[in-house]
């Protein structure tokens, strides 16, 4: 039995190079590019933390202070705190400044101090008295008063009685401050002036809860 061989063919002429793929280069200006876009990052992510870990002085209240009454300087005290974002305390430097100034709200000790919570403005003048009324949130005339605002208090009529002898009973008045509602408090404590002549009367009405409230004017 015979074996026949396979032979391979030859290829007469020249054999062609093996090509060589060239590298990419890297141009200079796009690395430049990456260098600084890494660099900004650094020093925005250091800023950050600085600014979350940086603290201040700042004025907190030192003890209560009711709506419309002065400020002094044993109501206030120095605390230091971050400036992290949201907060917007009063500087200590501004101390000067803020000693005087009348309380727009009734101010709770331990609370950092803010300047929305103060006005140059007196709002309880010459012949008026501040009384507090108590009202729940379907007697409120607005989701929010402020002081400045002017009301009108209107005398209700007792439960089961028949005497309108309150009907035309109405009283102005000026919006000194408001307690905010708690979640355990039925009521918002609104603080209000009123003529000396009818403070008496308009604290004896809210005490038998016969008081409604008609907002007049905002400020």
């Known amino acids: 039995m015979s074996h026949t061989a396979t032979q391979t063919p030859v290829t007469s002429g020249p054999v062609p190079a ?10 200079g200006g796009h690395l430049g590019l990456a260098v600084a876009l890494v660099a900004i990052g650094g020093l925005l992510a250091a800023f950050a933390f600085y600014a979350a870990t940086r603290t201040g002085d700042f004025l907190a209240v ?13 109501d206030l005290a120095v605390v230091q705190v971050n400036s992290a974002a949201g907060l917007t305390p009063v500087p200590s430097s501004q101390r000067g400044n803020v000693v005087g ?43 929010q008063l402020r002081p400045g605002d002017k009301v009108r208090l209107v005398a209700l009529a007792a439960p089961n009685s028949t005497d309108d002898s309150t009907a035309d009973e109405t009283f102005t008045a000026t919006v000194v401050g408001a307690s905010p509602r ?25 005490g038998a809860e016969r008081l409604g409230v008609v907002l007049t004017g905002t400020r």
């Open 101 to 143: 100034k009348r309380a727009k709200v009734s101010l709770v000790p331990g609370t950092l101090l803010t300047a929305d919570q103060l006005t140059d403005t007196e709002l309880v003048g010459p012949g008026q008295q501040q009384v507090g009324i108590g009202l729940k949130p379907e007697q409120m005339p607005a989701s």
């Open 18 to 27: 093996p090509r060589v793929v060239g590298q990419r280069r890297v141009r």
């Open 62 to 74: 030192r003890r209560p202070v009711a709506a419309g009454a002065t400020i002094t300087e044993q």
């Open 182 to 206: 708690r979640e355990n408090q039925e009521r918002t404590v609104v603080y209000v002036a009123v003529s000396s002549a009818d403070a008496a009367r308009v604290v004896e009405l809210a």
